[in-house]
């Protein structure tokens, strides 16, 4: 039997004229947005490396900095992104050893999609590799196995919790719009993640307006409780809400807002209005 190959499956797809996907568009498209562009400015953001751009669909959406570095595996995909975004630097991961590290460090929609475990470890790594600050990750977080031959869950954060010490999770975010298998366009299995070095200061600005929780339909094993903190967006008028975290792991004092948890083993959190 023939082994399953994600760059191939992806190269023939964006040949085909096939797009990212609807992750990367509409009300999904946006709430990624929203969340990685607030991240860059409230982080001072320099520079970035976007692993598994795709098509750049959802570069048409972001804010990155200057220093802006696209990655992906498809050819294709990449002629495509260097059409839309001329100027733009984008490589395979190959190229990554020509570019030098960035303060973040990007994958979203990209680790479920990783079917290999070559090819997900060698991610993973150069996640981590080549961030100086922080590490946003978009993905599903339970093993389980799914009906389409591209998509493989891992419950991830173990890995990275065995392999990256000098990291921490300080932020997971659940979906506003969790995974609905009768509106699979408009869902997402998707939460972010995000990861600094330790010691890093941190501030987190959460899309509030338009975006509040929506009963969760169980289409995946749910996984044991995240050791970050849970943010979830809340019924607010502010359009952001903002997490701080202080070098110390101490809260930047604030007016608490919204239904943060912290966690045992988070930094203390405080929410304010951003």
Request: proline fraction near 10%; charge should be neutral.
């Amino acid at each position: 039997m023939t082994s399953f190959s994600s760059a191939a499956y992806w190269e023939s797809r964006y040949q085909a004229g096939g797009t990212s996907g609807a992750g990367s568009a509409g009300t999904l498209g946006a709430y990624k947005a929203a969340v990685i562009n607030g991240f860059i400015e409230a982080n001072a953001i320099r520079s970035m490396i976007d692993v598994g751009c795709g098509d750049a669909s959802l570069l048409g959406l972001l804010t990155p900095p200057r220093d802006y570095v696209g990655v992906d595996v498809s050819s294709s995909a990449l002629a495509r992104c260097a059409a839309r975004h001329p100027g733009g630097r984008f490589v395979t991961p190959s190229g990554l050893a020509d570019v030098p590290p960035a303060e973040l460090t990007v994958s979203l929609d990209v680790i479920y999609h990783l079917v290999e475990d070559a090819a997900y470890i060698s991610t993973m790594r150069n996640l981590f590799d080549w961030a100086t600050r922080f590490v946003v990750i978009y993905a599903s977080n339970v093993n389980a196995s799914w009906p389409s031959p591209h998509v493989r869950h891992r419950r991830f954060t173990d890995d990275v919790e065995r392999t990256e010490p000098a990291w921490c999770l300080v932020a997971h975010l659940p979906n506003p719009r969790p995974f609905n298998p009768a509106a699979p366009d408009e869902t997402s299995f998707s939460d972010f993640f995000i990861y600094g070095k330790r010691g890093e200061p941190c501030t987190i600005r959460v899309p509030e307006a338009g975006l509040r929780p929506e009963p969760r339909q169980e289409a995946l094993p749910p996984g044991p409780p995240s050791r970050a903190s849970s943010a979830r967006a809340g019924s607010g008028r502010g359009p952001l809400k903002s997490i701080h975290w202080g070098e110390s792991g101490e809260g930047v004092s604030g007016p608490r807002r919204g239904p943060v948890t912290p966690s045992p083993h988070s930094p203390q959190v405080t929410g304010s209005k951003g």
